[in-house]
């Protein structure tokens, strides 16, 4: 996560079109910019993400061609099809490479908008600082293909299953815990009960040791009695996420808590997952992937609720 210093002075916010949307009450404040032409300094970000001085949301996204970004035109070279690029804040105005629910919401604009269109059976390919994502239109919404997991720290992940240490607010002892990217830092605290999950106090963000080179996500995971049922693995999760503090919901979150969990889990006792988190319920898959490695799908709702224009 950085804090990426702008090329150009801020534009001025006035007059700004925005939406705001929500993928499993994880919320976003959308704005086009096709061409480029915005640059919002991170306090901008912050100030429209707050909740009682600006319009609210855990992140900003913002809809840019991938040719009018460095890092955009980069991804084309390599994945042509990548035209639309998701530019993607934290509240806090820092930069992630990824968002799980945001990348969901982010093509639900982009076709709301008359951008793009993307008929049943067809996938759109966006860019993202985590690279190229595959989106199409599923039974509960939206399926993205997030591409492959990976141990953060693997050498200590394959010896013990479990690489870190998590202290908590409102947990009485430090927590064994497991590093995965999914393009991004997570890092997933296995809990035995289900009361602990409402004990923990995420006001504060959890202390991790080792914490990732950029800082990490936080999801803390309770499986269900039985963990599977009908070939379906449940769970239920919490998340503070880098940069935000506690939300509802982190799509990237339920992938690598399903890939923590399956791992502690042993066996492969399923390919198809449920996350159940505040906001709701996201689906997680593992789907083989022509390029030979497993990749990980997260599919979920995306839900625009407000269209407006600053003053
Ligand atoms: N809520 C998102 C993740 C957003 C970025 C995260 N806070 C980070 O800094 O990595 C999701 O749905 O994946």
Not at 16 to 38: E, I, R, S, W, Y
Not at 150 to 161: C, G, L, M, T
Request: with cysteine; proline share 7%.
């Amino acid at each position: 996560m950085t804090t990426e210093p702008n090329a150009l002075p801020p534009t001025p916010l006035s007059g700004l079109a925005f939406a705001k949307g929500h993928g499993t009450g994880n919320d976003f404040v959308l704005v086009a910019d096709p061409d480029g032409t915005l640059f919002l300094a991170p306090e901008q970000v912050a100030v429209l993400c707050d909740r009682h001085q600006g319009i609210g949301g855990d992140g900003l996204i913002r809809a840019v061609r991938s040719s009018a970004l460095p890092e955009g035109n980069a991804l084309l070279a390599v994945n042509p099809r990548a035209e639309w690029f998701m530019d993607y804040r934290n509240g806090d105005g820092s930069v992630s490479e990824m968002c799980g629910n945001g990348v969901r919401v982010f093509v639900h604009f982009l076709i709301e908008e008359g951008l793009v269109e993307l008929a049943e059976g067809e996938a759109l390919t966006i860019g993202t600082r985590a690279g190229a994502k595959t989106v199409a239109r599923a039974a509960n919404g939206y399926a993205v293909d997030m591409g492959p997991w990976e141990f953060i720290h693997p050498a200590r992940a394959e010896e013990r299953a479990l690489d870190s240490l998590v202290e908590t607010d409102g947990l009485e002892v430090a927590r064994p815990a497991l590093s995965v990217s999914m393009g991004n830092p997570h890092t997933v605290v296995a809990l035995s009960e289900a009361s602990e999950l409402e004990q923990a106090d995420l006001h504060h963000a959890p202390r991790v040791d080792p914490v990732p080179d950029h800082g990490t996500n936080v999801e803390y995971v309770v499986p269900a009695e039985p963990l599977v049922t009908g070939g379906v693995g449940s769970i239920r999760m919490r998340v503070h996420e880098r940069g935000v503090g506690e939300t509802q919901s982190c799509g990237t979150g339920a992938c690598a808590a399903v890939v923590a969990t399956r791992h502690w889990a042993g066996e492969t006792p399923a390919d198809r997952w449920e996350v159940q988190v505040p906001g709701g319920t996201v689906g997680v898959r593992f789907i083989p992937a022509p390029d030979g490695a497993e990749h990980v799908e997260l599919s979920g709702p995306a839900v625009l609720v407000a269209r407006g224009s600053l003053v």
